[in-house]
Each structure stands twice: as C-alpha cells, then as structure tokens.
C-alpha cells in the first residue's frame, strides 16, 4: 500500500534475533511502512530456510519494525529505473523469492506467530494469514489491494483467503480490494486475535512462552496434516494421521508426556 515516492536513506533490512529457542525476525523498514525490496524477501528466504533445519529452534515470531507490520512488496522502488524486465522474469523469479517466503511460513515444522500493527497489506497481509497464530492491533489494517492497482491477486491469497474465511468474504478482498479491520478479521478466522495496543506485547510473550514448552515435532506433524488433509478424504487423512502418530510415539516429548500424566504433573517437553 506504499504510495510514496520520496526516496530514503534508511538501508532495508530483515533483522534476525536469537531469544533462547525463539527465532524473531523484525521487517525493519519504518520509513517505508515496511513494504519488502527485493533484498529483504531474499533475507526473510535465507533466514526461514535456515530455521527449518534448526533442531534448536521451538517458535518463529515474524513482527515489523515502527507503526505497521507490511506493506507489501515495494513495487515503487522495484520498478523506478524504468527498464523494462525481460519476458518471463515474474514466472522465472518469484517463486524463488516472494511465493518461497509464504511457503516456508506455511509448511514449517515450527510455529510461526505474527505480531501485526498498521498496515497489514499485499504480500504482508499474505505473509499475516500463512502464519499459525497472528495477534493484531485493534487499529490494524488488513488489505489486499491488487485489483485496485490493475493487477491480479499474487503471493498465495487466493488459495489462503478462501480456505480461512470463505470465497465470499475472499472475493470482498480480493477482487473489491475491501480493507478488513483487526476485530472483523478475528470474528472471521482470519487471525488469531485482535487485541489492545497495551496489551498486545505481552499476549504474543505469552504465546510464544506456550509454544516453545509444546512438544515441537508433534506439533509440526499435526500441522503438516492439518494442511495436507485439507484436500483428501476421512480415510486418507486418517492414513496420513498414523504415520505422524508412528514417528511422534518414538520421541522423547511423548515419553515424557505420558510419564507426566502417571505423575499427574506439567508435562517438560524438550521439543526432542
């Protein structure tokens, strides 16, 4: 949704922070309400793509820096020297970069938690909805404003939206460029929850604190079916079910787990 074309000096960037067993990364463009060149989508590629192979990791908290989570992909600074691409370069690039971001959110064994204030616009509102859990300002914007730029919807917004709040309500979206209001995306499913501005930090700690003590690898199993079977039937998904139940009774979090139920105590997963 960034319509301003007065040039910056503030260097975009993805900012990468170990919290313990929480990997947060901030989109760290103020200036710009945090809208993406094409540097930044490779950084959020390579971070994200690292976190998938890290077995000491049990969250990933996604956030932006200053008044708004993103918005978007800065097509303004993308396309201001005025070279024409050549043929094929949308088809060819981005689903190495841009539809790679909102795949990794999707399909990664961990939990992904969004923290979303301002502007949640385009890829960014995309980048909201593919995460597992995202908690918003009460004042927070989500938009998918391609329609009423001149082009077609991108970065998995017609698969997400339909699936989370309908193809009606995807429509309103998408093809009337409606903006939805934290509290209106909450009641319709497409986050998590809509909260306070004073209370929005400490809810998201909260949550994050809960996932990083779940048993991570049955998380991610449970997840990965939760999206497979949307596209098969009971006895499929049921199929698929066990093979996740087979590997998740030979980790060390299920033994615990069962040993803190005979004990009649807090499980202590270790995500192992």
């Given at each position: 949704m960034n319509n301003d074309n007065a040039p910056t000096t503030e260097e975009p960037t993805v900012r990468s922070h170990r919290d313990g067993a929480v990997l947060r990364l901030t989109i760290d463009r103020p200036g710009r309400r945090n809208?993406?060149?094409?540097?930044?989508?490779?950084?959020?590629?390579?971070?994200?793509?690292?976190?998938?192979t890290d077995d000491t990791l049990r969250v990933v908290h996604l956030t932006g820096a200053g008044a708004d989570f993103c918005s978007g992909v800065d097509w303004v600074s993308t396309n201001a020297d005025g070279e024409?691409?050549?043929?094929?370069?949308?088809?060819?690039?981005?689903?190495?970069t841009a539809h790679r971001v909102i795949e990794l959110v999707h399909t990664l064994h961990l939990p992904v938690v969004c923290t979303v204030r301002g502007w949640a616009a385009g890829m960014g509102c995309n980048l909201a909805i593919a995460a597992d859990f995202t908690l918003a300002d009460t004042d927070a914007v989500f938009w998918e404003p391609f329609l009423p730029r001149g082009f077609s919807p991108d970065t998995g917004?017609?698969?997400?939206?339909?699936?989370?709040?309908?193809?009606?309500?995807?429509?309103?979206?998408?093809?009337?460029?409606?903006?939805?209001?934290?509290?209106?995306?909450?009641?319709?499913?497409?986050?998590?929850?809509?909260?306070?501005?004073?209370?929005?930090?400490?809810?998201?700690?909260?949550?994050?604190?809960?996932?990083?003590?779940?048993?991570?690898?049955?998380?991610?199993?449970?997840?990965?079916?939760?999206?497979?079977?949307?596209?098969?039937?009971?006895?499929?998904?049921?199929?698929?079910?066990?093979?996740?139940?087979?590997?998740?009774?030979?980790?060390?979090?299920?033994?615990?787990?069962?040993?803190?139920?005979?004990?009649?105590?807090?499980?202590?997963?270790?995500?192992?």
């Open positions: 809208a993406l060149s094409h540097a930044m989508i490779d950084e959020l590629v390579g971070a994200l793509t690292a976190a998938a024409r691409p050549r043929t094929g370069d949308l088809v060819r690039r981005i689903p190495h917004s017609t698969w997400l939206l339909p699936r989370l709040v309908g193809v009606t309500r995807a429509k309103r979206m998408l093809l009337l460029g409606e903006k939805v209001s934290a509290a209106d995306a909450e009641d319709w499913g497409l986050i998590y929850r809509a909260t306070a501005t004073g209370e929005l930090d400490a809810q998201t700690d909260e949550l994050i604190a809960r996932l990083a003590a779940a048993p991570t690898i049955a998380f991610g199993l449970a997840k990965q079916a939760i999206h497979r079977n949307q596209h098969t039937g009971l006895a499929d998904a049921m199929d698929h079910e066990l093979y996740g139940l087979e590997l998740a009774c030979r980790t060390g979090d299920f033994k615990e787990g069962l040993a803190a139920f005979r004990e009649r105590r807090p499980a202590e997963f270790r995500g192992r």
